[in-house]
């Protein structure tokens, strides 16, 4: 069940009013690393805090883009639905990561927490207004934009070019590398996606995703933890299968 307070309320329940962000992992990534106290308490002003249970859909496409969100704890993967009523997962969203900045006035895709997560949510019009006021944020919002298209263009060659056993070694160091730099344990890896996601990104069924781990696994390349983790034992082996060494 999705859940959302004024982050003042919230914070003011924790005890924790006097330092809001102090304790929001997230911070060193997301769009709060370019402010200073001040403005950091102006953007604390206008967020709500929003929680969600695993599989509630923070929007889905076609609704109105009233919101941005600030990913703060949990996973998200963001999806199309294709004319033939297939699903298409374009990324999975770690916490630091900012979701639903359209062009437009609605949402051209869905987005689905794959664990309890938490976003600050924002108004779109005074998000608006906050960063015509903060042109660093305004600079950060661009850098991100741009490592975004620099993932899909990844993602587009992941889909275009690469074998079924390149996809999921890509995946793999891509989610590792991406969980690393947020500070996230790697060792094991989180899994939080099923197969079915993981067959939706990559582009596979969900038996040749299956097969594929199974193949690396028994390759003595990974070291597969129930369905939600994983171990690489081998980076260099998984490195040359992902095509990318």
Do not use: W
Not at 173 to 191: W, Y
Not at 220 to 233: F, N, P
């Amino acid at each position: 069940m999705t859940t959302t307070a004024s982050l003042h309320d919230f914070c003011a329940r924790r005890g924790d009013l006097a330092a809001p962000c102090r304790l929001c992992g997230a911070r060193e990534f997301n769009i709060c690393q370019a402010l200073d106290s001040a403005h950091q308490d102006r953007l604390f002003a206008l967020a709500h805090r929003q929680q969600l249970d695993k599989r509630d859909r923070l929007f889905a496409a076609g609704d109105p883009a009233r919101y941005v969100y600030n990913l703060t704890e949990g996973t998200v993967c963001v999806s199309r639905s294709m004319a033939d009523g297939r699903r298409q997962i374009l990324g999975f969203l770690l916490p630091g990561d900012f979701i639903g900045l359209e062009a437009a006035e609605t949402h051209r895709c869905d987005a689905e927490a794959l664990t309890e997560a938490k976003v600050c949510r924002f108004e779109r019009a005074a998000f608006d207004g906050f960063l015509q006021d903060n042109p660093d944020v305004a600079l950060h919002l661009l850098r991100i934009a741009s490592s975004d298209l620099a993932q899909a263009a990844r993602h587009e060659v992941l889909l275009g070019r690469k074998t079924a056993v390149e996809r999921i070694a890509t995946f793999l160091l891509d989610l590792r590398d991406r969980s690393g730099a947020r500070h996230l344990r790697t060792q094991p890896l989180a899994l939080p996606m099923t197969r079915s996601d993981i067959a939706d990104y990559t582009g596979l069924t969900i038996e040749t995703v299956s097969r594929v781990l199974g193949r690396l696994r028994s390759s003595k390349v990974i070291e597969l933890i129930g369905a939600s983790a994983v171990r690489v034992l081998d980076d260099a082996q998984l490195e040359r299968m992902s095509g990318s060494a």
